[in-house]
Structure formats: structure tokens, C-alpha cells
């Protein structure tokens, strides 16, 4: 008979035990990316539930799928390390890579990845210029997820980033991009998190993708039991078990195991482990056996169960061991060596009897790893603290050693070995070096911890730390939104800057704290820019006084002062001007567009905006030209400023915020994108161009979330809303409305409170909750509130609109009017679009209906002249009632007829089909059931849909008469001719009278003769 090998003495469960729920998931997301839909799933359980298992099971499947599969993973020290798993990722997929593809990959990458692979870069690759620390961050963001999308082009691609408990912010902030990012494409990220072992920042990414919906998430509990019994039943085949130790297995031990490790499978297997090595358990004659084991034997925890596998080591491999958790997790067989001087033979014979001992395992021929970070922990902890002490400068003090282009590779370990030996100076060098290199990468989290340890190492030594330093801090934690600890920072910063005497630092400092306040408290904020600006007159430093002028007057902006800041501006202008300072002049030309903007004023905030632009493009300041040009997008008539009086079309100013978003992207800053995004989905939608302004806005809201921006957020939200209002997706609008209400409100923005307040009450009267609108109104509008700002009138024109709903129409006009007579071009001038309209429909409801015609033919004439087709349709509507109560039924049918084709022609791109099906369905129940099928009718439909008196002035422009001529002949004033012009060029898409002309020649309207 054949003789039957002995099992492998390995407590590793061969198969996958109490997840099947978890692994149905897995798998349909798994077939979910092969089809080009991508997702992101977060397992998260204690320590050693299982996490890594799963993944294994995953990678497994996937491999035999076809699936490219790359894992990272994350380590203790990893929290201050920018990039530290993407790192990890990327050297594991060169390293499993043949060498050809690692060539070509290098070669394509060289460039790119060189601040963050300096090891892999050809020695000729020349590095890439600097940039700032937020545009290198999105660069390198950029050029990762370009990769991994690159990758999953060829085959589908499985990312696995584990422990990301112990990732830097940096790495979080690029999954949150990434996984926006894959939802089309073939792709599966895998990320495994301990809920145990959250830090601030890790709960705050957590809440964010929860938000955002971005992810599966799947929760792994402890085992139950019976699937701790299936563990040993797996672990210990029956054919080979002694029935004596079957009944031990899932009786006592059963029982002492589940107790002990209240299912955690990882401690089941290492207790296991941790018996077979004192031989509590056994392999003999073909069978797993037991000796007599007092209860007292089963070790209580991992740490025991390290303990008792440590103490069967010999003294070379527990030394080794040692070295290796003080080392790290994740280690080099060449730091190894350097460290206790053996020679490789000798240092290869101890790495495999620790491997042996299921305590390290290889990662690859230079580098090794603990099998779980558990078994480091558990071996770290057991040494002194003058032990650790000592063995973190050994590391510390190897690590030096390494020649001085690799040091810079090593600069975060230099740093962390040196605080942990408690070596000062050493510390202050590469803690400060190590920030600097984290700011320079943008990962604000890494730099704090860095500056933390210069600022500790600076008192040990009793060295007074420099103003710059708690400065520099204090950027970093405002960045991520500690207003505490930035203010102490920067309040620390005011202090030294007074010990030292600096009255140029210390006016820095007051601006940096007015800055913080602004977000929180706006009197605290005034309170810090004015104490700047005395500093600023105390320096007799003009450019410092004229900074300082800005700011107090973008502060009066932000509380809704405009008349203020418009003051303070104008001063500051000056004094550049005096200077010759003409990047203080543009800076300032820029603030004054904005201030006349939200002012009010749209024609000249514009005047000032081409000034500012024209000074930006002479100085090539990128950033300043693509914020001025974006900003214009404000002087058309957009659904945000189609209270005032436009200063362009909305064609013109869609170019002007196309080219901004162009060099937006130039240049690689991300948060300007986002303004440029969502003023081009402003834009866009009130074009009535909702397919592409949807992308848009919801792009910006994504890197506004991405980079943590709560203005942005804040407007991107305000701009969805409004795309989804003028789609009548009402609860769309709600949702997006209230989110902007609240990060206005968290920001303490008056603007952005009352913008989001007008646009919530219209959405309520909308819906017919006029109750709602009214007590929203009644929280940010009082009878005094002026009507002068952008945001003003935007809550008085929804109480003029609410006065409509509730059958007021008196009430209605006289806000209006006050509207009008408020406004910067006052009573003698032309209205805005949506004031036009607004006093049309109350003039229709006091029977007023001359009037009523007049002002919706005003609000016509704009709506045709600019493109602004969703107010269009709507002023259409509303003259085919108007028109209807005076029994003018052809010309009620016309303006029913414009209102249905511009529905229909809005609906046609969306490619969302509830949302578009949901358009037509509201907008065309609207418009009264079609009329019967017509002689006249056809004749109208012959003819491009014209009616009889518009065919008339086509004939009579075919004639070469003027307007005026036209107008005599028809016995009708010029400006109803030139209405009836503008319509018929937007029913044939002509732009010209002679347009329109050779139409009437080409369709028979007019002979050739003629």
C-alpha cells in the first residue's frame, strides 16, 4: 500500500471559513469591473479577522481570470511617509514585471514618477521642474491614476492597498480621487482598514466616501463557533487525527480557543502555531495527536503565542528579530547585515529559520517582512524602553551610513530613528527635511508630524524655535481643517516673532489668523486684518499697507459690505499704482470685479475684469488669468446673476471659461479647475446645455471634495441645484440646495447662506410648499434687507415669487419694482432677465395685460438675444397664457409652439433617460393639449414653423426693407418688428437677414422673380 505523505505541520486554514456573504460581493463586483464598471470596496475588522484572507481569495480568483492584480501595503511608520502604499504598489509591480516590460514602463514613467521612485529613474532622466506643493500633489495624483487607468486598458486590473489604518493623509485624499474615477473603467481597488486603529484623518476620508456613496463596504465580525470548529476540522483532516484528539479538537479545545480569541482567526491559528511549537500538539505515525495540556499552557493572547515561538529561536535569530521590529515591518536584508555585521551565508541561514517559525516571510530577494504586523508589535513591545531606545539609534546611526543620494530616499526613516533614539540635533536636520519634503508633496499630515519633532527636539536643545516654524505648521493643520491647532500654531508664530522683534513676521501672523477667522468668525477676522494694517502703518511699508487694505476689503465683501470694500480696494489700488506694483495692481483689479459682482454690478465688475485680465496675460500670471476669466462667466445671464443686468451673452462668456478651464488644467492646479468647472457648468446650464453642464459641475464637486475645499464645495453644490431646478428634478435640486446650505452656513459664508436660501424658497414654491419657502425667507430676509447684492436680490426674487404662489400679486410688483429701482443701472435703465419675467407674470395677474406683454416681450428679447434657452421656453409659456386671456389664440398657439420645440430640444442630449423622460413629462404638461390639425397649421410647418404675420416680414426683408420701412408697412411699432425678426431667426436657425432671405427664396415663400 502507498504510503501517505504526512500533512504540512502549517496552522494556516487551507480554505476560506465564515465570509461566503463577503465573498458573493467580492465576486459580482469582480464581474462588475470585467464589464468596464469599476469600484472601490473597504474591508475593515479588527486585527486579524480575516481581511487579508479575503483579499487572497480574491487575488486568487481574479488571477484566473485574466485580471493584472497589484498589491501595496501600508506600515506603522507609514502615517508620516507621503505616498507610502502607492509606493509599495508601484516597486511591487516593477518587481513582478519581466524586465522588458520594467524598461518600458521606466522609460515611460521616468519623468513623472521621479520624486517618488528616485531608485527606479535612469541616472539621465533629467528631474522635472518644481512646482508649488498643491500642484505637485495633483500632478503626481494625476500621473497615478493616468497609470493605473492605463493598465486596466489591456487586461482588468485588481489593486489591493492593505492597513491603510496606518496610511498617510496624502494616499487618502488620491483613493478618494481614484475611486471617483474608476467607476467606468475595468478596474476593482481592494483597501483593507483596522475600525479599530482609526485615526482623525482615516475617519474623516471614511465619512467622506460614505457620503459620496463611493464604496462597498464589507465588515468583517468575528468568527462564530461552529466556523471556528470548521477551522480545526480544516486544520486537522480526520483521516490523520487520533479519535481521542478529534473529541479534544472540538470539544476543550474548541471551547478554550473561542474563548480565548472570540473568533479571531488569526489568534486561532497563532495559539495553534504556538502549541505545535512546544510540542502541546503533535505529528506521530501519521497522526495529529496531544499530551496532557493544563489549561494554563494555552497561551491568553498573540503576544504569548510570539513569546513561546520566539523562545524556541536560537540567540542569532532572536537577535536578528529583534533588530528587525526595531527596524520596521518591512525590512532589507542589506540593513540586516550592516547591522550585525554577518556575512550573507550567516544572515540567509537566520532569515530561514525565523521564516520556518512562521514569523517573517520573504518578500523578495532583498526584502523581507513579519507575517503579520501583530508578531512585530508583540516582539517590539517586549524590549525595554532603554532597549528601543538604543537599537533606534543602532538603525538610525547604520542607516547614516548609506551614500548621500540615497540618504534623500531614506530621510523619513533618518527621522523617525533619530526621534525615537532621542538623538536631538539629529533629529531637528532630517524631522526638518522630512517636512519640507512632505510640503513639498502636499501631504500636510506627514509635515505636521515632522515639524512636531523639530519643535520637541528644539526644546530639548533649549533652541528658540523661528517663527517660520509654527508658521509653517499652522498652514499645514488650517489646510486640513484643525482650526485649533492652527491657531495655536499661528498665535505661537505672532509670539515669536514679538520675541524676536520681526514686525514684518509678526504682521504675517495677524494676516494669517484674520485669514483662519474668516472661515469661523467673521468679527474675529476683522479684528486680525485691521491689527495687520496698523502693523502695516507702523512699518511705513506701503505693499504691506496695500495687502492689508485687500484683505480688510474682501472681508467687508464676505459680510456682504460691498460699498465698504469697494472703499479699501480703490485705496489699494492707488498705492500700487504709486508703486508701479503690477502684480499688486492686478491683484487688486481682480477683487474689485468681484466685489462689483456680488455688489450688484455686472457691467462694471467687467469693466474691471478685462483690465485685470489684460494685466494678468502681460505678466504671464497663469493663476491670476484663468480666476479672472472664470469669474467673467458672472456678467451673463447666467440663473445666478440673471437678476442684474447682463454685460455679455452667454456664448461669448462659455469661451471665456472654456479657455480658463484650459489653462486651468496647464498648470495643474486643482482647486482653479474646480472654480473653472463649476462657472462653466453655471454657464452651460443656463444654456440650457444640461448634459455637458451636469459633467461639469459634477466634476468640480469632486475635486472640491478631493482637495477639501468647502467654498468650492459650497458653489459646485449651489450650481447642481440650479442645473437640476431648471430641470424641474425638484428633490434633486432639494438635496443639493440644503447640502450647500449647510457648508455655507459650517464656513460662516453670508453669501453663499442667502444664494443658497433664494434657491431652496424657489425649489419650495416649486414643489407647492410655500410654507417652507416662507420660513426659510423669513430666517435670512427681513423688510429692511436692501436689494442691492447678487445674493440680496436673489432672496427678494423668491419673495416676490412666493408673493405670486400665495396670491399676492400687489405685494409682488412692489418688490419688483424696489428691485428695479435698487438696482446699479436703476429705473431709467433696462432690467435683469428673470425681473422681466417675474413682472410680467404679476402684471398678468393683476390684469394688467398690456403691460404684462411688454415686460415678458423685454425678458423675450433677452432670452432670444443671449440664448437663454430654459427661461425662454418658460417666457413663451407664460405669453401663451397671457395671450390666450385675450383670445389671441394664433399667437398663443405660436408662443405654445416655441415652448414645446424648446423643451423638446433641451431633452434630446441628456443621455439620463429618468431625468430627461422626467423633463418632458413636467415641462410639456405645462403647455395646453395641442390644437387639432390645421390648414394654417400646415402652412406653418411648410414654412419652418412660422407664423402668417413673421412670414410677412420675411417677405418684406426679402424686399431689402428696414425695420422701420417693415414697421410703417405693417402698421406695428419697430420694436415688434424686430421681435418678430429675432423669432424667426431662432425658428431657422439664421443669424443674418440675408439668412433669411435666401430661406424665403429656397422654400418657395418668395419667387426668384421677386
Known amino acids: 500500500m502507498e504510503e501517505i505523505n504526512p500533512p504540512s505541520p502549517s496552522m494556516i486554514t487551507p480554505h476560506l471559513i465564515g465570509r461566503a456573504g463577503q465573498l458573493a460581493t467580492l465576486h459580482l463586483l469582480v464581474e462588475q469591473a470585467k464589464r468596464g464598471e469599476g469600484h472601490l470596496a473597504l474591508i475593515s475588522g479588527e486585527a486579524g479577522i480575516g481581511k487579508s484572507r479575503l483579499v487572497a481569495e480574491i487575488k486568487t480568483s481574479t488571477t484566473r481570470q485574466g485580471f493584472l492584480v497589484v498589491q501595496g501595503n501600508c506600515f506603522p511608520a507609514d502615517l508620516t511617509y507621503p505616498y ?126 460614505t457620503r459620496e456613496r463611493l464604496a462597498e463596504a464589507l465588515q468583517l465580525a468575528p468568527l462564530s463557533r461552529n466556523d471556528v470548529d470548521m477551522m480545526l476540522s480544516a486544520l486537522f483532516d480526520q483521516r490523520h487525527t487520533a479519535s481521542d484528539m478529534r473529541r479534544y479538537l472540538h470539544g476543550e479545545l474548541l471551547n478554550a480557543l473561542y474563548t480565548i480569541t472570540e473568533g479571531n482567526p488569526f489568534f486561532v491559528e497563532e495559539m495553534l502555531s504556538a502549541m505545535i511549537a512546544a510540542a502541546d500538539i503533535f505529528y506521530d505515525q501519521g497522526y495529529w495527536n496531544r499530551r496532557s495540556l493544563p489549561a494554563a499552557r494555552i497561551p491568553h493572547s498573540a503576544q504569548d503565542a510570539v513569546q513561546q515561538r520566539t523562545q524556541r529561536l536560537g ?140 519643535l520637541e527636539a528644539a526644546d530639548h536643545l533649549t533652541l528658540p524655535p523661528p517663527s517660520s516654524l509654527y508658521r509653517a505648521r499652522g498652514q499645514a493643520y488650517e489646510t486640513l481643517g484643525e482650526f485649533e491647532h492652527a491657531r495655536h500654531d499661528y498665535t505661537q508664530a505672532l509670539d515669536a516673532a514679538r520675541t524676536a522683534h520681526d514686525r514684518t513676521a509678526e504682521w504675517q501672523s495677524a494676516i494669517d489668523l484674520g485669514f483662519l477667522w474668516a472661515a469661523r468668525d467673521y468679527a474675529q477676522a476683522e479684528t486680525w486684518f485691521r491689527r495687520a494694517f496698523d502693523l502695516s502703518q507702523a512699518l511705513s511699508d506701503p505693499a504691506l499697507h496695500a495687502h492689508s487694505l485687500n484683505r480688510i476689503g474682501n472681508w467687508h465683501l464676505n459680510v456682504e ?76 445671464p447666467t440663473f445666478q446673476t440673471d437678476t442684474m443686468v447682463s454685460a455679455a451673452g452667454l456664448a461669448r462668456v462659455c469661451q471665456d471659461t472654456e479657455q480658463a478651464l484650459r489653462i486651468a488644467r496647464e498648470i495643474g492646479q486643482r482647486s482653479a479647475q474646480a472654480y473653472a468647472l463649476f462657472q462653466l457648468g453655471l454657464c452651460l446650464g443656463s444654456q440650457g446645455d444640461y448634459q455637458q453642464a451636469l459633467v461639469a459641475a459634477k466634476e468640480s464637486l469632486a475635486i472640491a471634495e478631493e482637495i477639501e475645499h468647502r467654498q468650492w464645495q459650497t458653489a459646485a453644490h449651489t450650481i447642481l441645484g440650479g442645473i437640476y431646478s431648471s430641470l424641474l428634478a425638484l428633490p434633486q435640486a432639494r438635496e443639493h440646495f440644503e447640502q450647500a446650505l449647510a457648508l455655507a452656513r459650517e464656513s460662516g459664508s453670508l453669501f453663499w447662506t442667502r444664494m443658497a436660501t433664494g434657491y431652496l424658497a424657489s425649489v419650495a414654491i416649486l414643489r407647492h410648499d410655500e410654507a417652507q419657502a416662507e420660513e426659510a425667507l423669513h430666517a435670512v430676509l427681513s423688510s429692511d434687507t ?9 432672496l427678494w426674487c423668491a419673495s416676490a415669487e412666493l408673493a405670486l404662489a400665495q396670491r399676492q400679486p400687489t405685494r409682488a410688483l412692489e418688490i419688483i419694482d424696489h428691485l428695479i429701482a435698487s438696482s446699479a443701472q436703476g429705473t431709467t435703465g433696462p432690467s435683469g432677465l428673470r ?20 415686460a415678458f416681450m423685454a425678458a423675450h428679447e433677452i432670452a432670444t438675444a443671449q440664448k437663454v434657452r430654459p427661461m425662454h421656453w418658460r417666457i413663451c409659456l407664460a405669453l401663451g397664457y397671457l395671450y390666450q386671456t385675450q383670445r389671441r389664440n394664433a399667437e398663443a398657439e405660436q408662443a405654445f409652439a416655441i415652448a414645446r420645440t424648446l423643451i423638446e430640444e433641451l431633452a434630446a442630449p441628456i443621455a439620463d433617460a429618468p431625468l430627461r423622460d422626467n423633463f418632458l413629462h413636467l415641462a410639456t404638461a405645462m403647455l395646453p393639449h395641442s390644437s387639432l390639425h390645421t390648414p394654417d397649421r ?71 422673380s421677386e
Request: aromatic fraction near 8%; hydrophobic fraction near 45%.
Open 84 to 209: 507610502a502604499p502607492l509606493l509599495d504598489l508601484l516597486r511591487s509591480l516593477f518587481a513582478s514585471r519581466p524586465a522588458a516590460t520594467l524598461a518600458t514602463e521606466l522609460e515611460r514613467l521616468a519623468r513623472d514618477l521621479f520624486p517618488l521612485l528616485p531608485e527606479l529613474v535612469p541616472q539621465q532622466t533629467a528631474p522635472l521642474l518644481p512646482l508649488e506643493p498643491e500642484q505637485e500633489k495633483r500632478r503626481l495624483f494625476a500621473v497615478l491614476a493616468n497609470f493605473f487607468t492605463h493598465l486596466s486598458a489591456s487586461s482588468p486590473l485588481l489593486l489591493i492597498i492593505e492597513d491603510v489604518h496606518w496610511s498617510d493623509s496624502t494616499s487618502l485624499d488620491f483613493l478618494s480621487m481614484f475611486a471617483r474615477r474608476i467607476v467606468s473603467q475595468p478596474l476593482l481597488l481592494l483597501v483593507t482598514y483596522r475600525q479599530d486603529e482609526m485615526h482623525p484623518q482615516l475617519s474623516s476620508w471614511l465619512a467622506q466616501i
Open 315 to 454: 540567540e542569532a535569530a532572536r537577535q536578528v528579530l529583534t533588530l528587525a521590529a526595531v527596524a520596521g515591518r518591512h525590512f532589507d536584508f542589506a540593513l540586516l547585515q550592516q547591522l550585525t555585521g554577518y556575512d550573507e551565508e550567516e544572515l540567509l541561514l537566520v532569515m530561514k529559520e525565523l521564516v520556518s517559525a512562521q514569523l517573517v516571510v520573504e518578500e523578495s530577494s532583498e526584502q523581507f517582512a513579519f507575517r503579520h504586523a501583530l508578531t512585530r508589535q508583540a516582539i517590539y513591545t517586549q524590549l525595554l524602553a532603554r532597549e528601543r531606545t538604543r537599537l533606534h539609534r543602532t538603525v538610525a546611526e547604520t542607516m547614516e551610513q548609506l551614500p548621500p543620494a540615497a540618504l534623500d530616499a531614506h530621510v523619513e526613516d533618518l527621522a523617525n530613528h533619530f526621534y525615537q533614539a532621542r538623538r536631538w540635533q539629529k533629529t531637528m536636520d532630517y524631522a526638518q527635511r522630512a517636512g519640507e519634503k512632505a510640503l513639498q508633496l502636499y501631504s500636510h499630515r506627514a509635515a505636521i508630524d515632522y515639524f512636531t519633532w523639530v
Open 835 to 854: 425681473i422681466s419675467k417675474l413682472r410680467g407674470e404679476a402684471l398678468a395677474a393683476l390684469q394688467r395685460t398690456e403691460e404684462a406683454q411688454s
Open 561 to 636: 459690505q460691498p460699498h465698504e470694500a469697494l472703499h479699501y480696494h480703490q485705496e489699494a489700488l492707488s498705492i500700487f499704482q504709486e508703486l508701479h506694483d503690477a502684480c499688486g495692481i492686478a491683484e487688486t483689479l481682480d477683487l474689485l470685479g468681484m466685489t462689483s459682482y456680488l455688489g450688484g454690478d455686472l457691467i462694471r465688475g467687467t469693466s474691471y475684469y478685462q483690465q485685470a485680465i489684460a494685466l494678468f496675460s502681460q505678466l504671464g500670471d497663469q493663476q491670476g488669468l484663468t480666476s479672472s476669466l472664470a469669474t467673467g462667466t458672472l456678467r451673463g
Open 786 to 794: 436692501p436689494a442691492q447684492t447678487m445674493a440680496q436680490r436673489m
Open 938 to 1008: 400646415s402652412v406653418k410647418q411648410a414654412f419652418g414653423g412660422l407664423t402668417e404675420r413673421e412670414r410677412e416680414v420675411a417677405v418684406l426683408i426679402v424686399q431689402g426693407q428696414s425695420n422701420q420701412m417693415i414697421a410703417n408697412a405693417l402698421v406695428v411699432t419697430k420694436r415688434t418688428v424686430e421681435t418678430h425678426i429675432g423669432n424667426i431667426m431662432f425658428k431657422l436657425g439664421c443669424s443674418s437677414r440675408t439668412q433669411i432671405a435666401v430661406w424665403a427664396v429656397e422654400t418657395g415663400l418668395v419667387s426668384r
